[in-house]
């Protein structure tokens, strides 16, 4: 478990400060450790089919918080990971604690852009957008009371070489539910709990309301750039005619300084606002996380249902063959009247083997039941816990939105005085 | 005489001639008595050669003015357009008052048409009444431009709104097209009562005066429509041939900054009509995008109310971008139009004014090759030169006016529009920042504190 020493040493850059939320975790790794995703780099190498590739490298910096508490600056670890490995680790994460919603990654392709930003997944401004989407999934996951304490993410942070076999190692791809079967579950269990029913409901709603957002608010920045830049034409042109103009000239050309600072000031603000729907887009990827755990929640019930089931026709069976009724019509009943009945030694056999299995069956449903409880109980603390973080985050996210607006406006009132003050004097 | 930075006024020469007769304008000591005196303010501003009065009187005005043109702070509101129209004379000093409204549909076998009412009060003595109501169709408007370029060639008479708008997809009776031909009608008639010489011509007398039938009889007399567009025709042609040798030096200038003119004030037209655009496509986004946000509330508890916050900012903001359209669309662009026409009207007056130096100069080479006749010739040489000079004296003063008036329209109108944009801001912070109180207040103080780029 040492951590391997990276290549060379790199100050951490931090992207974004640690999320408010870790302040409340008590023993969480986020706490012990500084971790940040420092630098984004391009590479080239040969993938799976030996064909070249371009991919970005992400640089992963660690540090022990500990350590700078006592006035030393402890060293920094750091190792390159790609998007496609943190893919990895968070479907392993999936699989291995169904019970909890765990942290989205920032999206894999650049969605809901409007025409200034690249679709590109190699642009810059992409992948800087991407390099904060990583650092917050692994401070979020860090700040997990229960994630946190992964050994195979503890891994992810420190181990280079090798990682990616430990993975595949603990064979988590085997323990995934196969989509097909989740998605029959769904339809045909017949008795969800109500809150996950009601809670699926809800991450439906969000899912929809927030990619609507999103489209919208994309389309809104698009316009809004599309106003202040045709007043940048007014520069140019206030310029050329001052040029044949004595009194208003002065008036003019300063004036038309002011339409160029206007102009040129849409692209900061659309560059924060990006950030803002970023965080409305990690809302919108943490609805789907919400459903998995809805999803697995009526699998195990569904599970259960079926036991149960299956169970009680087993019982019937039995006690069919004993009581010699037959109460519900089956198959075997009536072939075995028509073409001859059973020894008495043929039936005791059978009773037996019935009642084995209806011993197991009821021990297996007991645990299927415990465990179903459990899982609800469990998920559910999450499912608290997930809820006030949201409120939290999505209400700093709105105060932040408006400070940003204010802060638009103030540059708007800033400006347009300017140019009134000159506009006047022409 | 001008003083620098005075308000700009009626030059003191030349004044008109009753009736314009075409070259007839004559620098004249004007006589007292065809005038009735103004309204309130001394009648002998314009009669005294003293300049001392003139100046003291001019002062006196000029801090008049000064508060109502100059001022940045002047906001011109849509419902006092009235204010927009005096250039020049305070209303003090004004004899004739015009409105242009009430619009009415004709519809008759052949055609159908819209009538203006035109209200004129004076108290002008050749006047006979103190109040005329009459009514007007474009085509009788287009009749009283023509009658006036026919008579002062080398005037600048304003501009009248299209025959039609292609761009902007108006269509043509639709009450926009309408009231924007309204306006721009009234002011077209507001501009012509404002000029020093034009207010006094006995056409436009009769346009606000006479009843449709007598206006009709009255129409079918004199040259016509045909001979001023031959004699624009003439004078484009000769232009198109090469201009004139003899231009004096003020009048190239002239030329010159006008073709630099039209083309910054067509690509200033255009560049104010796409920033129109660019703010209705964005108004018509944002009233989308406000309504999602209280969608979003339905779903949620906790953040409901700070979700519909933002729902109620945008609306208010979406609102506020409404009038500063508006704003845009009442003011700034009206008058870069106005001022695209002038353009062109201006480049019609300088080609004009070419014409009738040219005529004089054709003749004066006749002269100088036929030895002969020469007395005939050098009286209507004598003729022609009065007349150029008459034109070149009349388009100068009318030059300067013009320039005056531009600078203040241009100045207004661009003081308004960094007005609207300065309210819509301010609407806008005032609606953000109570929100953001309100928030601010229900996290007991707690703030944006993360780091966000």
């Known amino acids: ?426 | 005489m001008e003083a620098e930075g005075r308000v700009p006024g009626p030059p003191p020469p030349p004044l008109p001639p009753a009736g314009g007769g075409i070259g007839a304008e004559l620098p004249a000591i004007p006589p007292g008595a065809a005038r009735a005196p103004l309204l309130g303010a001394p009648a002998e501003v314009l009669e005294l050669d003293d300049e001392e009065d003139d100046l003291e009187v001019f002062s006196k005005d000029t801090s008049l003015a000064e508060a109502n043109s100059f001022s940045p702070s002047m906001t011109i509101s849509p419902s006092s357009m009235i204010n927009q129209y005096k250039f020049e004379d305070e209303p003090e000093l004004r004899d004739l008052f015009i409105t242009v409204d009430d619009p009415e549909s004709h519809i008759t076998a052949i055609e159908t048409f819209i009538t203006y009412r035109v209200i004129t009060k004076t108290s002008r003595g050749e006047f006979d009444s103190c109040e005329y109501e009459v009514r007007r169709r474009y085509q009788d408007f287009l009749w009283l431009k023509s009658k006036l370029e026919e008579a002062h060639p080398t005037l600048i008479i304003p501009p009248l709104p299209e025959k039609f708008i292609m761009k902007g997809m108006v269509e043509r009776f639709s009450d926009e097209f309408i009231e924007t031909r309204r306006k721009a009608l009234h002011k077209f008639l507001n501009r012509i009562a404002d000029h020093p010489t034009l207010t006094f011509n006995e056409d436009f007398k009769i346009f606000l005066t006479a009843q449709a039938w007598e206006l009709s009889s009255h129409k079918k007399q004199g040259p016509g429509l045909l001979s001023r567009m031959g004699q624009t025709v003439r004078a484009v042609a000769s232009s198109v041939r090469g201009g004139v040798k003899n231009r004096p030096e003020m009048f190239t200038e002239m030329n010159d900054y006008m073709e630099t003119f039209s083309q910054k004030i067509n690509v200033l037209d255009k560049i104010a009509h796409r920033i129109y655009k660019e703010e209705r496509e964005y108004f018509n986004e944002m009233k989308e995008y406000g309504p999602i946000h209280t969608l979003w509330s339905a779903s949620e508890e906790d953040i409901a109310d700070s979700l519909k916050g933002v729902a109620s900012c945008i609306d208010k903001c979406c609102k506020a971008t409404e009038k500063r359209m508006a704003g845009l669309s009442e003011n700034l662009l009206p008058i870069l139009h106005e001022y695209v026409l002038y353009s062109e009207i201006l480049m019609g007056v300088l080609k004009r004014r070419d014409h009738i130096q040219s005529e004089l100069d054709s003749k004066i080479d006749a002269l100088a090759n036929k030895k002969a006749d020469k007395d005939l010739f050098s009286e209507e040489i004598g003729k022609l030169e009065d007349k150029v000079e008459c034109a070149n004296n009349a388009l100068k003063a009318d030059w300067d006016r013009w320039k005056q008036n531009m600078q203040c329209d241009m100045r207004s109108a661009f003081t308004n529009m960094a007005d609207n944009n300065l309210h819509y801001y301010e609407e806008c912070l005032a609606t953000w920042e109570s929100f953001l109180a309100s928030q601010t207040v229900d996290c007991h103080g707690e703030e944006d504190s993360e780091d966000r780029p």
């Open chain 1, 1 to 426: 478990d040492e951590p391997v020493p990276a290549e060379g040493r790199h100050t951490a850059v931090p992207g974004r400060a640690l999320h408010e939320g870790t302040q409340q975790m008590e023993d969480c790794l986020a706490k012990k450790m500084e971790i940040t995703v420092s630098e984004a780099e391009k590479r080239t190498g040969r993938n799976a089919m030996n064909m070249q590739e371009t991919y970005t490298a992400y640089l992963i910096e660690t540090r022990a918080v500990e350590s700078q508490n006592e006035g030393q600056c402890s060293p920094v670890d750091s190792l390159w990971r790609r998007y496609s490995e943190f893919e990895l680790l968070r479907n392993y994460l999936l699989v291995t604690y169904p019970h909890i919603v765990v942290p989205p990654l920032p999206e894999k392709r650049a969605d809901f852009v409007w025409h200034k930003l690249s679709a590109d997944n190699m642009d810059p401004d992409f992948v800087e957008r991407r390099r904060i989407g990583l650092e917050n999934f692994l401070l979020r996951v860090a700040s997990h009371p229960v994630l946190c304490q992964d050994k195979i993410f503890y891994s992810f942070l420190t181990q280079e070489g090798g990682w990616k076999e430990m993975v595949n190692e603990t064979g988590f791809q085997l323990k995934a539910d196969s989509r097909l079967k989740a998605l029959n579950a769904t339809f045909r269990v017949k008795n969800p709990d109500k809150r996950f029913t009601e809670l699926k409901h809800y991450s439906d709603e969000l899912q929809s309301v927030i990619s609507h957002l999103l489209r919208v608010r994309a389309r809104v920045a698009d316009r809004l750039y599309g106003v202040y830049k045709v007043h940048g034409n007014y520069g140019r042109v206030f310029s050329e005619w001052s040029a044949i103009e004595k009194e208003m000239g002065d008036g003019l050309q300063s004036a038309g300084h002011h339409m160029d600072v206007y102009a040129a000031s849409i692209d900061d603000i659309l560059e924060e606002e990006e950030h803002y729907a970023d965080q409305l887009k990690e809302y919108l990827f943490y609805a789907e996380a919400l459903r998995a755990v809805c999803r697995k929640h009526e699998l195990m019930q569904y599970d259960l249902e079926m036991a149960a089931q299956d169970l009680t026709s087993k019982k019937q069976q039995c006690e069919e063959l004993a009581t010699g009724t037959m109460r519900t019509f089956s198959l075997k009943g009536m072939t075995s009247k028509l073409f001859g009945q059973e020894t008495p030694e043929q039936r005791e056999a059978k009773i037996k083997i019935l009642e084995e299995q209806i011993q197991e069956g009821e021990e297996q449903l007991k645990s299927k039941n415990l465990e179903g409880r459990d899982f609800v109980k469990s998920a559910w603390a999450d499912i608290e816990r997930f809820k006030e973080q949201k409120n939290r985050d999505l209400k700093e996210a709105l105060i932040s939105y408006a400070v940003m607006q204010i802060s638009m406006c103030k540059k708007g009132i800033q400006v347009w005085t300017n140019a009134k003050e000159c506009f006047s004097k022409m």
